[in-house]
């Protein structure tokens, strides 16, 4: 096999990681959901227990190549580390699956989505730039599909409750944060090494006021046992290394242009197997903030890159 093939392969498996990944994302999302419309279970809970077990078999599997001890030595460090994990890890995720609970998983994932917006309007008004064209056209495109996305184009028809909204707008919110902060944490440490301790202490830190361990009001089941297995597991862990592996294959912005294989899973998944209604117009709404991502990672020479982690 020649260099150009050698290549082209790698470049191949770089990008079916990346799609796997999304794809078992949005596989999550509406496992998710099959869990709060089939159990007691809540967000909260499963948010704790999720980022726990998860953060935990992260720390466990990156322990071997790295030292996972070496952040707490610092005092700045330490301190950015308890702010990225309560702020930007636990916001991100406990707001995600509240409004999975609250609606669904397709529009939940597509208002997260609205992460890179918020981003775009923070550098905006942190350096005092008028945002670019192309990046006007993008918030515009958002807001636009984002009204379509929960009014199937009339403002008579709201598709979603009001908290749904409320927690899957602030989901994007948080996305912003969960990507800006952490930079320089991440320029130091390894990624896997932040974000298992960020789900680890997020976790514990709401577990506090959710007590997982008192689960006695919850029917158990093996199918239940089995789906929070497959959201710990394969939604989870499983797709944060397939993302980490695709970067050693393709370039990190084809990485988050493939994320965009999340919704889509989502919603087709949704419609299929859990059955949700899905309007031409909500599609349509969709696919406009799901273009937003792919316009605003067009690399252009004196943008500011952000980002590194993934927020799942």
């Not at 006007?136 to 009001?162: C, P, Q, R």
């Not at 944490?185 to 301790?197: C, D, E, F, N």
């Not at 696919?287 to 004196?302: A, D, R, Y």
């Amino acid at each position: 096999m020649g260099k150009q093939e050698n290549k082209d392969f790698s470049r191949w498996k770089g990008i079916g990681l990346a799609l796997a990944g999304a794809s078992l994302w949005g596989f999550s999302g509406n496992a998710a959901e099959w869990i709060f419309s089939h159990s007691a279970v809540t967000a909260t809970w499963l948010v704790s227990v999720r980022m726990v077990m998860a953060g935990a078999l992260l720390l466990i599997l990156v322990s071997s190549h790295h030292n996972i001890f070496e952040v707490w030595k610092n005092k700045r460090d330490r301190i950015d580390l308890i702010i990225f994990s309560l702020t930007g890890m636990l916001g991100a995720q406990l707001t995600f699956f509240l409004s999975i609970e609250a609606g669904n998983a397709p529009t939940a994932t597509l208002l997260q989505f609205l992460g890179p917006v918020f981003i775009t309007i923070y550098f905006a008004l942190k350096f005092l730039k008028w945002p670019k064209r192309k990046e006007w056209i993008a918030v515009i495109m958002a807001l636009s599909g984002t009204f379509l996305l929960l009014t199937n184009g009339s403002l008579d028809e709201i598709t979603v409750s009001k908290e749904a909204i409320f927690w899957g707008v602030l989901s994007g919110v948080s996305v912003a944060v969960y990507t800006v902060y952490p930079v320089r944490l991440l320029k130091l440490y390894a990624s896997a090494t932040i974000v298992g301790w960020a789900m680890l202490l997020g976790g514990f830190s709401v577990s506090i006021f959710t007590q997982p361990w008192q689960a006695g009001y919850i029917d158990w089941t093996l199918s239940l046992f089995w789906m929070l297995s497959f959201v710990v597991v394969f939604g989870t862990l499983l797709p944060f290394y397939l993302y980490l592996d695709s970067l050693k294959y393709i370039t990190s912005t084809e990485t988050s242009l493939l994320g965009s294989a999340e919704p889509l899973v989502a919603t087709i998944v949704s419609v299929v197997w859990l059955g949700t209604a899905f309007g031409s117009f909500q599609t349509a709404g969709g696919m406009l903030i799901i273009l937003t991502v792919f316009l605003l990672s067009m690399p252009e020479k004196g943008l500011v890159k952000v980002g590194g982690t993934v927020n799942k």
